[in-house]
């Protein structure tokens, strides 16, 4: 839980030292002032003015300090929470930009978003909130058993015993339910997870699903959520139940012991003075239980915050403990643009079976390579190893002779441009969303990525051009539209490896030549890899690779594989069979 929290605080760490010294001062001072009572009452007790004047000095000036304390170490909280809300959020976030692409699906996302917003608040909430009154109430019982002792062993020892005690019931209430705790955090991130897949997929929805069974995932989340909240709620109440048990099982052991001891005294006041004194002893003593089991029973109340704080740190310390993809130290440049895939194998995270498979590929510079394949034979993938989205797990990649996992994350992101098959534009202007490719390009260059990658006849309808806002993820525009404005991205970045999946999927045939002719333009300047099915663009490929199942079954020029019999032959013979069948339809 500390270690978390320091991890989360960062160089902001010494705000959270200074605050813990500030907080154990006061919880000391707190005890302090409130065992100065025993003296007070004493005096008070055998008359003794002048002396109780004196306690009663010392006992007002403590509570005087103890309050312009508790307002220092609240402030000292509150400084440490937004430390945590501002500086946490962004050191969660550097650990986050470090993570395998691979790692950012739908579920893993959702988590992400729950413990960023839902999460580090609760988190940043504890100081000021929890700890600061925790402290102060955990420090009192120990100094007043210290001077329990002092006036009546027994209960001293009693006290001091029920102390760990005490402590281990806290510690199996708070574990009963942490379990329900995670399990309820999880399926209310879930849960927000499928509110916000109902709103985006409500055309599918409807469309599949006209007679009312468009909420089923949705009601199945809510589903879960009752019920580990119901689960929790239980668990909760029993563990309160238990502390507050255990908590009034000590305050009456403590009782009887003094009750025995009074037992022993009474009707012997007024002779006997060592009587007197135990009758004084006792009163005091009792009136030292009850400031004993007073912050006990606070501690108690706050048993369920601590639980669901300590949970929220345990999502936070799992999300810090995913191993982001290794930087090397001194990291090497290439010296040439290369590509050498040597014996590759790869298999996600959550799927050991291998997707890649004993690939050995070399791409020169300024070549083109176009790598076709049946859906899943493992295209897309081979390219998010070339960009280092995810690191090998059999053999390695090479650039310019130097294995990817030696570059830095930057000198790699500068060598290569990327389209992905599903476009992501930002919720700003086609101009905005181009610039991400080069942020300092001018308007002449803007123009012409436009006109290489056809966006220039969008500009020209819209009546905004080059300004008009493209909604969320590019909601406004159609799916070839924010296919062509990706692809002007991916130009404007210069780049000298472009890599290219499935550009021309979404697009019609006018546009489709545009962009073969912007591939044609590219050849012998850029390194070009295409994932594509189109034809004309394969054509052109230096070197065609066939991918099955993640191996390379073929792989030479257009003009060795359409003769060699194999898969890329039958794939022409495909092609044409489907020419003619269109033709004769004609
Ligand atoms: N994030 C992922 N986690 C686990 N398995 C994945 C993941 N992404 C892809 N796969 C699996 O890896 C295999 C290769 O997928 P990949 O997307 O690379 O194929 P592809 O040839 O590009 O397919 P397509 O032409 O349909 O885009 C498939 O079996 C797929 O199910």
């Known amino acids: 839980m500390l270690k978390t929290l320091l991890q989360l605080l ?12 500030m907080a154990v001062i006061y919880g000391l001072l707190s005890g302090l002032t409130i065992i100065s009572l025993v003296p007070l009452l004493r005096y008070l007790l055998v008359g003794d003015i002048s002396n109780t004047v004196i306690w009663l000095v010392v006992l007002l000036t403590g509570v005087l300090v103890c309050w312009r304390l508790r307002l220092r170490v609240e402030k000292a909280g509150i400084e440490v929470g937004i430390a945590i809300l501002q500086g946490g959020r962004h050191r969660l976030g550097n650990h986050i930009s470090q993570l395998p692409v691979g790692w950012f699906n739908s579920n893993n996302t959702a988590r992400l978003s729950h413990v960023i917003f839902q999460g580090v608040m609760a988190i940043a909430q504890l100081p000021a909130h929890v700890f600061t009154p925790v402290f102060s109430s955990a420090m009192t019982p120990l100094i ?63 469309a599949f699903n006209g007679e009312g069974k468009s909420t089923h995932f949705l009601e199945q989340a809510f589903d879960s959520q009752k019920k580990s ?20 099982a000590i305050f009456a052991t403590l009782m009887i012991t003094a009750l025995l001891s009074l037992n022993n005294s009474i009707g012997v006041i007024p002779t006997d003075t060592n009587n007197s004194d135990t009758l004084i002893s006792i009163i005091i003593s009792l009136l030292l239980v009850n400031r004993f089991v007073e912050p006990l029973l606070d501690v108690v109340g706050y048993a369920e915050a601590i639980r669901g704080a300590r949970n929220q740190l345990k999502e936070v310390q799992d999300i810090f403990d995913i191993e982001p993809l290794p930087e090397p130290e001194n990291p090497k440049f290439a010296q040439d643009n290369t590509l050498s895939l040597n014996g590759v194998g790869f298999a996600y995270p959550d799927n050991k079976r291998h997707v890649i498979r004993d690939v050995n590929l070399s791409i020169t510079p300024g070549s083109m390579t176009a790598l076709i394949g049946r859906s899943g034979s493992g295209k897309s993938t081979l390219l998010s190893l070339i960009t280092r989205f995810s690191d090998v797990t059999e053999g390695s990649i090479t650039m310019g002779g130097v294995d990817l996992r030696q570059m830095s994350h930057e000198q790699l992101n500068e060598k290569i441009s990327q389209v992905f098959q599903t476009p992501y534009l930002f919720q700003s202007s086609i101009a905005d969303n181009i610039r991400i490719g080069k942020p300092d390009a001018s308007d002449a260059e803007i123009r012409e990525v436009a006109r290489l990658s056809g966006v220039t006849e969008i500009i020209g309808r819209l009546p905004q051009g080059v300004d008009t806002l493209v ?58 890899i295409v994932i594509t099915h189109q034809l004309s663009t394969i054509e052109m490929a230096d070197q065609i690779v ?19 019999g194999g898969l890329y032959a039958h794939f022409l013979a495909q092609r044409n069979k489907v020419k003619r069948w269109k033709l004769g339809k004609l």
Request: charged content about 25%; hydrophobic content about 45%.
């Open 10 to 21: 960062g160089e902001d760490a010494p705000k959270f030292r200074r605050y813990v010294s």
């Open 144 to 206: 007043i058993v210290l001077s329990l002792f002092t006036i009546n062993w027994k209960m001293g020892l009693i006290a001091l015993l029920s102390i760990p005690l005490m402590g281990a019931v806290f510690i199996i209430a708070a574990r009963l339910g942490q379990r329900v705790d995670q399990e309820f955090h999880r399926n209310t991130a879930e849960t927000s997870q499928r509110i916000i897949e109902f709103s985006q997929a409500q055309s599918v929805l409807r």
């Open 229 to 248: 909240s119901k689960r929790l709620i239980l668990l909760s109440v029993i563990s309160v139940i238990l502390n507050a048990w255990m908590v009034q």
């Open 471 to 528: 909604g969320e993820g590019g909601a406004r525009l159609s799916g070839g539209e924010r296919q062509r404005i990706s692809i002007a991205r991916a130009l404007m970045k210069d780049a000298p490896i472009l890599l290219i999946d499935e550009a021309t999927a979404a697009l019609d045939t006018e546009n489709q030549a545009v962009i073969t002719q912007t591939f044609a333009r590219l050849r012998g300047k850029r390194t070009l």
């Open 546 to 564: 066939i991918l099955e199942r993640g191996c390379i079954k073929e792989k030479g020029s257009h003009d060795q594989l359409s003769i060699s």
